[in-house]
């Protein structure tokens, strides 16, 4: 029986798909229902409910490649003016952020690649050193650089391409984070290799949701959630307690395993299940590639990440995701910036950070050492 939770993360995972030059992943990461805000309709004599949560204010805009959705506890009169201010600020950055848009920093950067520094605004620098922090701190498993390996694969039904090795070899020379020059002091970037291009696409949009969340806290709205790009971001009460963020089950669509409660903080999942197909042999292509070998990572199945911005949020999820559960969560423990990660392995084996477990509510009771049950199918 399809639920009202099944309906609206259906209807969420439809607004997610972007556009076919999206090459992001997108994460079914969604708010979910809880026991307390149940299915039925009440019965037309029943009484009000006195806890029943108030309406949220909700709307939605295509930006970035994908779609935003924005959901504020607040009155109209102040969430509406708001809300299309935050989408503006989004629309602003895309113009600046976009390495698809022919016009912007980013495309700048990328065809002066090999030649000389390119003067940024104060938006693409901070995003740019970002991307290089996590390339950083994760040796270059998520890399800025990848987008050297843009347009070789397709993932988009009925146009589905897998690149010949010889094709992918080149480009990989072309990966390597290290060559990326910053000079905070002239405010500018420089790719040192010419044919080196950097992708924002995997941190862009949670900056747009940080930038889109000052814009509501300005203007007194304390409690919300924002959607955009695979990550939500919340922040405050919804009613008289956290909001609810659910993880999507890998192999089971429109079902989660299990959900966060948090009152801050952005939220971002890595998975292989979506932008992917699966060929004649039962093998599964997605979309996040291992830059050392130019091919889908295949040690994990999805990743989870709570950080306290989104600037970094999705960045470190792609990190865990390519580096593995054990060398991920050996990065999150090390590196300078507070994560916390719920990660389920090739091995469908569920691991988290220190403490992470305890916050986790289960939807499904685990096997066997931790195995998420129907995990492993295909």
């Given at each position: 029986m399809r639920t009202p939770l099944h309906a609206a993360l259906a209807a969420l995972l439809a607004l997610a798909c972007g556009s076919d030059e999206d090459e992001d992943e997108v994460v079914e990461t969604v708010e979910v229902r809880g026991e307390d805000e149940g299915g039925g309709q009440p019965e037309a004599e029943a009484p009000p409910d006195p806890d029943a949560l108030p309406p949220l204010f909700s709307r939605s805009r295509p930006l970035m490649g994908t779609v935003f959705i924005i959901k504020v506890q607040a009155p109209e009169r102040v969430a509406a003016p708001a809300v299309e201010r935050a989408f503006d600020e989004i629309e602003r950055l895309e113009t600046v952020l976009s390495e698809w848009r022919e016009d912007s920093e980013i495309s700048r950067i990328n065809r002066h690649a090999g030649r000389r520094p390119v003067e940024v605004g104060e938006?693409?620098?901070?995003?740019?050193?970002?991307?290089?922090?996590?390339?950083?701190?994760?040796?270059?498993?998520?890399?800025?650089?990848?987008?050297?390996?843009?347009?070789?694969?397709?993932?988009?039904?009925?146009?589905?391409?897998?690149?010949?090795?010889?094709?992918?070899?080149?480009?990989?020379?072309?990966?390597?984070?290290?060559?990326?020059?910053?000079?905070?002091?002239?405010?500018?970037?420089?790719?040192?290799?010419?044919?080196m291009a950097i992708g924002t696409g995997g941190i862009g949009k949670g900056y747009a949701l940080d930038r889109a969340g000052e814009i509501l806290r300005d203007a007194g709205i304390?409690?919300?959630?924002?959607?955009?790009?695979?990550?939500?971001?919340?922040?405050?009460?919804?009613?008289?307690?956290?909001?609810r963020v659910g993880i999507q089950h890998p192999r089971r669509e429109e079902e989660y395993f299990a959900f966060f409660e948090s009152d801050g903080g952005s939220i971002s999942t890595s998975g292989d299940y979506e932008h992917f197909f699966i060929d004649d042999d039962g093998k599964r292509w997605h979309h996040i590639l291992d830059t050392d070998t130019g091919l889908p990572a295949e040690r994990t199945t999805s990743v989870t990440l709570l950080a306290p911005s989104g600037l970094y949020a999705d960045a470190l999820s792609t990190a865990v995701f390519v580096l593995g559960p054990e060398r991920g969560l050996e990065m999150l423990a090390r590196i300078p910036y507070r994560a916390e990660a719920v990660v389920l392995g090739a091995d469908c084996r569920l691991r988290t950070t220190p403490g992470t477990r305890e916050k986790l509510i289960l939807r499904v009771e685990l096997g066997e050492d931790d195995l998420v049950p129907g995990c492993d199918a295909p």
């Amino acid at each position: 029986m399809r639920t009202p939770l099944h309906a609206a993360l259906a209807a969420l995972l439809a607004l997610a798909c972007g556009s076919d030059e999206d090459e992001d992943e997108v994460v079914e990461t969604v708010e979910v229902r809880g026991e307390d805000e149940g299915g039925g309709q009440p019965e037309a004599e029943a009484p009000p409910d006195p806890d029943a949560l108030p309406p949220l204010f909700s709307r939605s805009r295509p930006l970035m490649g994908t779609v935003f959705i924005i959901k504020v506890q607040a009155p109209e009169r102040v969430a509406a003016p708001a809300v299309e201010r935050a989408f503006d600020e989004i629309e602003r950055l895309e113009t600046v952020l976009s390495e698809w848009r022919e016009d912007s920093e980013i495309s700048r950067i990328n065809r002066h690649a090999g030649r000389r520094p390119v003067e940024v605004g104060e938006d693409v620098f901070t995003v740019v050193k970002a991307g290089v922090d996590v390339s950083r701190w994760s040796e270059g498993a998520f890399d800025l650089s990848w987008a050297a390996l843009r347009g070789l694969y397709d993932f988009r039904p009925g146009r589905q391409r897998v690149p010949a090795r010889s094709a992918v070899r080149p480009k990989l020379r072309l990966i390597d984070w290290s060559q990326i020059e910053l000079d905070e002091e002239a405010r500018t970037v420089f790719l040192k290799r010419e044919g080196m291009a950097i992708g924002t696409g995997g941190i862009g949009k949670g900056y747009a949701l940080d930038r889109a969340g000052e814009i509501l806290r300005d203007a007194g709205i304390e409690s919300y959630m924002l959607f955009g790009g695979g990550q939500v971001q919340v922040h405050g009460q919804r009613g008289p307690r956290a909001w609810r963020v659910g993880i999507q089950h890998p192999r089971r669509e429109e079902e989660y395993f299990a959900f966060f409660e948090s009152d801050g903080g952005s939220i971002s999942t890595s998975g292989d299940y979506e932008h992917f197909f699966i060929d004649d042999d039962g093998k599964r292509w997605h979309h996040i590639l291992d830059t050392d070998t130019g091919l889908p990572a295949e040690r994990t199945t999805s990743v989870t990440l709570l950080a306290p911005s989104g600037l970094y949020a999705d960045a470190l999820s792609t990190a865990v995701f390519v580096l593995g559960p054990e060398r991920g969560l050996e990065m999150l423990a090390r590196i300078p910036y507070r994560a916390e990660a719920v990660v389920l392995g090739a091995d469908c084996r569920l691991r988290t950070t220190p403490g992470t477990r305890e916050k986790l509510i289960l939807r499904v009771e685990l096997g066997e050492d931790d195995l998420v049950p129907g995990c492993d199918a295909p």
